[in-house]
């Protein structure tokens, strides 16, 4: 199983700045996924991070609002911009497992909250 | 489009009780995952089910998977405060996309 870790963990923002989370794992993975958790609901995927090439947005999601980098094979970042008060959620990175069946291990989550 | 209905949306039982949680969907999966969230973590994968009418226990926690691969159950037998948590079903659609039920909120009070 990999490991993943997110930072931070929380942040309090403003409207109308910007807030990049990183997600690193303990080992290298093609494809690094970013996901969001509005409060009480559950995980709506944001993209598909791949190492070397331009990520996958879900409908919904752009990337002027949603910047991602993947500079190599364990780390990748998401860059929430100019925020309002709906993007205040929790964002989780995950990262396929070694099985053939779509399990994937998750990060501790960034609760993000806008005032 | 794809959807994972869960039921129910919350539970709230007593420490011994048993329980089932349910995952519906019109569509057929070729894998389905059941993941625990706990306040301030992200998911962690409990099970993984693949064939048709396939059953897989974890200590206490039995998984069913469909006969037709669309649906499946978590039964929990003698709740314990450690299993509060949010449930979460997931289905592989394809490559390595997954979506994801809205899950079920479960407290156990001692």
């Known amino acids: 199983s990999a490991v993943i870790s997110q930072k931070p963990s929380r942040d309090i923002c403003q409207r109308g700045t910007s807030l990049t989370i990183q997600c690193q794992v303990d080992?290298?993975?093609?494809?690094m996924f970013w996901y969001r958790q509005q409060p009480g609901q559950s995980l709506t995927l944001i993209a598909t991070?791949?190492?070397?090439?331009?990520?996958?947005?879900e409908s919904g999601f752009v990337i002027d609002k949603f910047p991602i980098s993947r500079p190599n094979l364990t780390f990748s970042t998401l860059t929430v911009s100019n925020m309002s008060p709906e993007d205040s959620s929790i964002y989780l990175c995950?990262?396929?497992?070694?099985?053939?069946?779509?399990?994937?291990?998750f990060g501790p989550g960034t609760r993000l909250t806008v005032l | 489009t794809q959807l994972l209905e869960q039921s129910p949306q919350f539970l709230s039982i007593q420490e011994g009780e048993n329980l089932t949680v349910y995952c519906n969907s019109s569509?057929?999966?070729?894998?389905l995952q059941w993941y625990r969230q706990e306040p301030g973590e992200g998911p962690v994968l409990l099970v993984t089910?693949?064939?048709?009418?396939e059953v897989k226990k974890l200590k206490r926690l039995t998984f069913q998977f469909g006969d037709a691969r669309k649906d499946s159950s978590l039964h929990i037998t003698a709740a314990q405060p450690g299993d509060t948590g949010l449930y979460l079903c997931?289905?592989?659609?394809?490559?390595?996309?997954?979506?994801f039920g809205a899950g079920t909120r479960l407290f156990v009070k001692a």
């Open positions: 080992s290298q993975v093609t494809m």
């Open positions: 997931a289905g592989a659609t394809g490559g390595f996309k997954t979506i």
């Open positions: 991070a791949n190492q070397g090439s331009e990520a996958t947005y």
């Open positions: 089910v693949v064939t048709g009418g």
């Open positions: 569509s057929v999966f070729s894998s």
């Open positions: 995950s990262a396929p497992g070694q099985g053939a069946y779509n399990e994937q291990f």
